[in-house]
């Protein structure tokens, strides 16, 4: 399954950022692959003149790669520019989003991690390694990372998304998860399929079909024929056995 390369929706947000943002599974509605986790902030707001020239220049190719839907070619840019400078925080980071894109999920935490250690007070390292983790199925350390990126940047809409999205996964604290989660549905459009989830399970069936709807009401709900069974179904069948998602192919 494949990111899609664009330069401004919802990653995790700094003016200038690339981004890549992934297409969602359509055998699931929970975000447990590169479907609708965030896509990647790559741009760090600071600025360390020690840098070289050289490396800020591969940066630069790097980032003219990926708007050509190179990505493979955008990671080599990046790891010759660490190879410069192996202490350059915002390659680190790009570079973890690339390895993301390449579906080497193991490789972008690391990057992440690499990102962190280097000024752990940096937030957008922390949101990125929390979707690393979960793409891993890492839902632990995923919930650590969201935690951890939420502590830093109270109000940040991806790190609220991401920690609701991982409770949803796990099924636990449903109270935390259903705030998060109504905190960042104008946001994140899944969001609204994460809460019909958690409604049901919890035996609110009508507050899911709203979800639902508000979902159905966007223009360009990109799982619009799933949620439509989704709901027919609920409407369909009584309150106590209505099915907490629908039987996608």
């Not at 003016?15 to 896509?39: D, G, I, K, M, N």
């Not at 925080?89 to 990102?115: D, M, T």
Request: aromatic letters at 6%.
């Amino acid at each position: 399954m494949r990111m899609k390369t664009n330069i401004s929706i919802l990653l995790l947000f700094l003016a200038s950022s690339v981004c890549a943002q992934t297409e969602q599974t359509p055998s699931s509605l929970l975000p447990a692959a590169p479907s609708s986790v965030p896509r990647f902030e790559e741009t760090i707001s600071v600025h360390d003149l020690r840098i070289p020239p050289k490396a800020v220049k591969e940066l630069q190719r790097s980032q003219n790669a990926l708007q050509s839907g190179d990505a493979r070619s955008s990671a080599r840019h990046l790891e010759r520019a660490l190879q410069i400078y192996p202490d350059y925080l915002e390659a680190h980071n790009a570079l973890g989003a690339r390895y993301i894109e390449l579906a080497e999920y193991e490789k972008a935490a690391a990057e992440f991690q690499k990102a962190i250690a280097i000024d752990p007070l940096v937030s957008q390292p922390w949101n990125n390694l929390s979707v690393a983790f979960f793409l891993q199925q890492r839902y632990g350390d995923a919930e650590s990372a969201a935690r951890r990126a939420l502590n830093l940047a109270p109000q940040h809409a991806t790190a609220r998304y991401m920690l609701g999205a991982i409770l949803a996964t796990e099924q636990r604290n449903p109270e935390e998860a259903i705030g998060l989660l109504r905190q960042t549905k104008l946001e994140f459009a899944d969001a609204r399929l994460l809460l019909a989830q958690i409604l049901l399970r919890r035996g609110a069936a009508r507050d899911a079909e709203e979800e639902l709807r508000g979902y159905l009401a966007l223009p360009d709900a990109p799982k619009r024929q799933n949620v439509e069974r989704w709901l027919a179904r609920l409407t369909q069948t009584p309150t106590t056995n209505a099915p907490a998602q629908p039987n996608t192919p």
